[in-house]
């Protein structure tokens, strides 16, 4: 019986492992995990808007991020709110900790952050940002050029 639950226990790691680089496979997906670590907390409207890319399709992606263990979102009214946590996996957290640093090296994802930066401090250039809650600071993450 333990010789089982240890294979059950390698077999669900790998599973997890599995969730993750398909959840870090797709270009989107990238683009969102490096606008959330750079800024803490971020509304789905201000990826909809720094993206150019429909709600419903950021939506999708998001929860697919969720369901990989690596951010995790809270309701505000009618506002989405997303935030990076750190998988249990050390495994994991390994992983996305050397994805993050790469992403954060990526010249094409400075744009993004860019726009993110005026979206935050001026948003009344955007229209669809009118009245949507400003990207909250999380402990340990800030926003960045």
Not at 14 to 38: E, K, N, S, V, W
Not at 61 to 71: E, F, K, N, P, Q
Not at 84 to 103: D, E, F, G, H, R
Request: aromatic share 6%.
């Amino acid at each position: 019986m333990l010789c089982y639950r240890s294979a059950v226990a390698k077999s669900q790691k790998a599973q997890g492992l599995h969730h993750l680089f398909r959840a870090l496979a797709d270009p989107t997906r990238l683009r969102l995990l490096h606008l959330i670590a750079g800024s803490g907390e971020v509304c789905v409207c201000f990826f909809v808007e720094i993206l150019k890319t429909s709600q419903p399709k950021i939506s999708r992606h998001l929860a697919y991020l969720r369901r990989a263990g690596v951010v995790a979102s809270r309701r505000e009214g009618k506002w989405m709110h997303y935030r990076l946590i750190t998988p249990t996996s050390p495994s994991a957290a390994a992983i996305l900790k050397q994805t993050l640093k790469a992403l954060e090296e990526d010249k094409s994802l400075q744009a993004d952050r860019q726009r993110l930066n005026l979206a935050c401090c001026e948003p009344q250039k955007f229209v669809s940002l009118v009245g949507a809650p400003l990207p909250a600071r999380v402990e340990g993450h800030s926003r960045s050029d």
